[in-house]
């Protein structure tokens, strides 16, 4: 069944962002929350979300980088860019 919903701005983008990480679809959520409202579940922590960024494919010449810890140290690209800015 289809429907139509006014939701206010700031909800939408909210809702949109999360979708966007967690690597679905704005429909997706809004069920998801729906199905949550109704079992009563009243705790929104209980179920961890998924961040895009922590579940994303790294290439596998930088993720064995990554793991070996030769990417650690060095300078911190928002240093960089902080600079950059203040040039």
Known sequence: MKTTLEIPDP?????KICAVERGT???AILLK???????GNQNPLA???QSYWANRK???GFKAAWESGA????????????EGRDE
Do not use: M, V
């Not at 909800?11 to 809702?15: D, F, I, R, S």
């Open 58 to 60: 790294l290439r596998p």
């Open 33 to 39: 929350g729906l199905e949550r409202e109704l079992s």
């Open 47 to 49: 179920e961890e979300p």
């Open 25 to 27: 679809s704005l429909r």
């Open 11 to 15: 909800l939408y983008k909210k809702a």
């Open 71 to 82: 990417l650690a140290g060095g300078t911190d690209s928002t240093q960089i860019i902080s």
